[in-house]
């Protein structure tokens, strides 16, 4: 993967490193049934929490420069959803979620690629009120099946 460039190999390591913490930053949003937890350094997405969904974008414009987002939510058994990509990407919330996006950038004809995030539906109560979430059980139970299912 190294000989695909340095874009996909930060890519690589990205979505295939356990986070640095467990305790993430969470929102619930207008929802009181969900809370998604991610970790700090997201940029250079943006995440909005909405009732039944988790819209993930990248924001800014720069002119000469496209973006397009590419993403997927999985539960913690592997099962994932279809493989969405645009400017702006949708999720349903739904509890024990994993939702991973990357991207890439186009500028002067070469592209390359964006960092891995990633985001996890827990229940409204995982959340605290200090806006801190514990995803460990998604980084030991969920995201292990997850990777070997997407490696395949």
């Not at 995803?135 to 990777?147: D, K």
């Amino acid at each position: 993967m190294e000989s695909a460039g340095t874009g996909f190999s930060m890519l690589y390591r990205d979505m295939t490193a356990p986070p640095t913490s467990y305790q993430w930053e969470c929102t619930t949003g207008p929802s009181t049934q969900y809370s998604v937890a991610y970790a700090s350094a997201t940029a250079p997405y943006t995440v909005s929490v909405l009732a039944s969904t988790l819209e993930v974008t990248r924001p800014t414009s720069t002119p000469g420069v496209s973006y397009s987002l590419i993403g997927m939510s999985c539960g913690y058994d592997a099962t994932c959803g279809d493989l969405k990509t645009g400017a702006s990407l949708s999720f349903s919330l739904q509890v024990d979620q994993i939702v991973l996006v990357a991207g890439k950038v186009t500028s002067n004809g070469i592209t390359n690629f964006m960092p891995a995030a990633y985001y996890v539906v827990q229940s409204a109560p995982s959340c605290s009120g200090d806006n801190i979430a514990n995803v460990t059980t998604a980084f030991r139970v969920g995201t292990p099946s997850v990777w070997t299912e997407l490696w395949k």
